[in-house]
């Protein structure tokens, strides 16, 4: 569990405590059950990370609400978006093994996480990871109750696929962003799970250098 759920849950119990010691029991049952739902929202579960070489897992539980192609800087990408209700395990885990190159945090609008809007104008950190032969772009947005988001990792840190990176405070939502090459493995509609469920693979490092020098070997060849 992460450590806010037992400071939300000893409040609550503590205020509990003193309602029923001041009123009556039947009052106290209100800040128990928001200290028992604070313990549950706050569970941090262990997951089986992938070891398949390329695999791109999941930032986050949720659901896949959108997969789009667009241009960031001139250059094509796929973008994954996943939505977190308030239900949902909320502990991010990194996609991939690499270095965090940038991590930086804007502030915005809470609108719904469910809004293609909130992509850009609502508060989030963004954060790029560069490894296993490639970069990668997450978004940790904010939505109409998330108002906390927490980053753990500084720039130049080196983390592990499935690694547990932050998280988000309530419903909000997770946009991961990468080249348009990789391989795509989940659908709109798809429930996934942080750090366990595969979003898609991409070929490692090594593979492209061998593919690459094979095409160059061939066309020598045929020359």
């Not at 840190?157 to 493995?185: H, L, P, W």
């Amino acid at each position: 569990m992460v450590r806010d759920g037992y400071y939300y849950g000893f409040v609550l119990l503590t205020a509990a405590f003193l309602i029923g010691w001041l009123t009556t029991p039947g009052w106290a049952a209100i800040p128990v059950l928001l200290a028992l739902f604070f313990l549950w929202f706050f569970r941090d579960p262990d997951r089986i990370i992938p070891d398949t070489p390329g695999a791109i897992v999941s930032p986050a539980d949720g659901k896949v609400t959108a997969i789009a192609n667009g241009l960031i800087g001139g250059r094509k990408n796929t973008r994954i978006s996943i939505f977190l209700n308030v239900f949902d395990v909320h502990v991010n885990r990194s996609p991939i093994s690499g270095i965090v190159r940038d991590a930086s945090y804007r502030r915005g609008k809470f609108l719904n996480a469910m809004n293609e809007l909130s992509a850009a104008h609502n508060e989030q950190n963004v954060v790029e990871i560069e490894g296993e032969g490639q970069k990668l772009v997450f978004k940790q947005i904010a939505g109409l109750l998330a108002r906390r988001i927490v980053f753990t990792p500084k720039v130049g840190d080196r983390v592990a696929r499935g690694e547990r990176i932050g998280m988000m405070k309530f419903g909000s939502r997770m946009d991961v962003i990468f080249d348009t090459e990789i391989n795509v493995q989940v659908r709109v509609g798809d429930r996934v799970r942080g750090g366990e469920s595969v979003l898609a693979y991409c070929s490692p490092a090594k593979e492209k250098v061998a593919d690459a020098a094979q095409v160059a070997a061939s066309e020598k060849v045929t020359r």
